[in-house]
């Protein structure tokens, strides 16, 4: 008897190590970039790239008057003040098409996700966030509809809860960050957007793409209200998924914590001309 209950007290001591260890190992701390991720520049077929153009150029121009035409056409006698001559400026507003590129310094991404602690029903929401994001955004105001969303990147190795321990355990286990750090949005297709846009006041409009975590990659949709104001564009972007979405096991730690599948990610950004 009393070698069975000393076979059964190592048993628990190396389980209890083994525990520990896995532990500890799980929540080490991960070494992580600390820039944000590199994306691809945003340039329509038929156009230079951005490098190429000044970005708030991006427009062509009105044919040449040929001899004939200009021969043939019959001269309008006006007296100054009374109109606008053939050569004046056209009529109504006529802004070009612009590129704004995501600061990442005035720009985060986050997410949030509820965690039940077992032993005492305890709901906690943590949001964990990182301003390592890339992108760009060409607006048309006088066409949204021509306004074109590029890729855009954010490295989800870098997001920070305010629990050092959780970060490490996502990055090395739950999401895999340390190994698949880019989360990445393409091939934008942009709705609901209003007739113009005008300077200072918000407007709204809906964004589906192609969104890739890990491995995995979906069509996913977001609500985006944006502020247009000279250089200057903010906006906030929000959508709502299940991590099983994406090929994420929520977390679940028996008789401890479980993570719920649904999760809120948003974009809040600031982007310029970088005029």
Known sequence: MRRILL????????????????????????????????VATLAPESE???AQVPTDVITTSAPATTESS?????????????????????????????????????????????????????????????????????????????????????DISQLETDQPRRDNAIRRQWLESATYPIARFRNAKLSALPSRVEDGKPFTFKMTGDMTIR????????DVTATLDGDTLRGKATTELKMTQYGVEPPNIAGFVRVEDDVTLTLEFVATTGR
């Open 7 to 38: 076979a059964l007290a190592g048993l628990i001591v190396l389980g209890v190590l083994g525990a520990v260890i896995y532990t500890l190992r799980l929540t080490a701390d991960v070494e992580v970039a600390t820039t944000p991720p590199p």
């Open 48 to 50: 230079p790239t951005v």
């Open 70 to 154: 200009a021969a043939t056409t019959p001269a309008v006698d006006t007296a100054p003040g009374d109109g606008p001559t053939a050569a004046g400026p056209p009529a109504g507003p006529n802004r070009p098409a612009r590129v704004y590129r995501i600061d990442p310094k005035r720009s985060q991404a986050t997410y949030k996700v509820d965690e039940v602690f077992l032993e005492d029903n305890r709901l906690e929401s943590p949001v964990g966030t990182t301003r390592a994001v890339s992108g760009e955004i060409r607006v048309n105001p006088d066409k949204p509809e021509a306004t074109r969303v590029g890729e855009i990147a954010v």
């Open 215 to 222: 491995e995995m990659t979906r069509k996913q949709t977001w």
